[in-house]
């Protein structure tokens, strides 16, 4: 029986979780913004919002060993540059990786999509991710036993996560996640903010062949080992805050922990085992730039911190993802409040 048939009853709960913080998230864009304190922040709720940013994403895959270095798979992400625009609740960007941003490398080519979507309501935080990648380096090109001048490259090891987090923003009538993430407020006076809620990721992680190349096999516990699959979910805490210096400049932090029933399986030839076991999680954000009534100057890294728990291994696969991004946005028009 599949690890899918297995576990169906937890993955249904989990899609459950997903279709209620859509259905919350879309009710809190219609909150009274009246109990807002424009002492802490302004928001503007007519104006549009123009921006142009250069992006980055970044989906790696870490086998861990205890007596050698890490196995460290990463994607080759091109640098984007791109445009868009907020305008009430509807935000659209669009991005390309022009050549001229991403000279080759040796590094190989990746493929397919990459959906990171972050979701700030007032009240709630929510990020969304759809990562459908294909194509892998291994990282750094001379060490792992292999002793090779080139990099170890992987075109067909597929990484595939689904996932969705939502948290709830206790003091948002003081501190915004929009103001430093996607330009809608401006926060002027420092606050921070108690976070709770909780989480959820499925992935499937798969190649033609063993993670482990065959030249370091004999040092890996994982060796074999062609495809896992996992399922995480689980309640998480943390807190956020933005210092804000001379009202237009500022530096946002926030860190969220997760505590996560994984279930787990890996297959080597055939066979597949399977493991359960409460993992640590979470997700991340800072931010600091520039912010005023009309303009916004903002550098931002977002990501999570996502593990698969291994049968074959007392250490887990680390499979997080994220993005860094370069923005500068220019609000035009309608009034604050």
Known sequence: MSFMKKNHRVIKFACGLCLMTLFFSTRSFAQNTDTVDNGYYIIYPEKLILRLYLSSKFAPLT???????????RTNSKLNLGGGFTYKAI???LSYGFNFLNPDKGRGDTKGLDLQLHVYARKFAIDILGAFLRGYYLD???????SL??????????RNIVGISFYR???????SFRAAFNQKDW?????????????????????????VP?????????????KINFLSIGPGIGYAYTLVLSRHFFITGSAIASANLNISSEENGGTTKQKVKVLPGGNYKGALGYNSSSWSITAALMGNALYAGSAASYKEYFVPTGTVNFVVAKKIGGNKK
């Open 63 to 73: 086998i861990s060993s205890s007596g050698k270095e890490d196995l460290n798979y």
């Open 91 to 93: 935000t659209l960007n």
């Open 140 to 146: 750094p090109k001379d060490k792992n036993g292999l």
């Open 149 to 158: 001048s080139d990099y170890y490259k992987r075109p067909d090891l597929h």
């Open 169 to 175: 923003v206790v003091n948002s009538d003081k501190f």
């Open 187 to 211: 926060q002027t006076k420092s606050a921070g903010s108690l976070l709770y809620g909780a989480e959820t990721h499925y992935g499937i992680v798969n190649a033609d062949s063993a993670f």
């Open 214 to 226: 065959s030249a370091a096999s004999t040092t890996y516990p994982q060796a074999g080992i062609n």
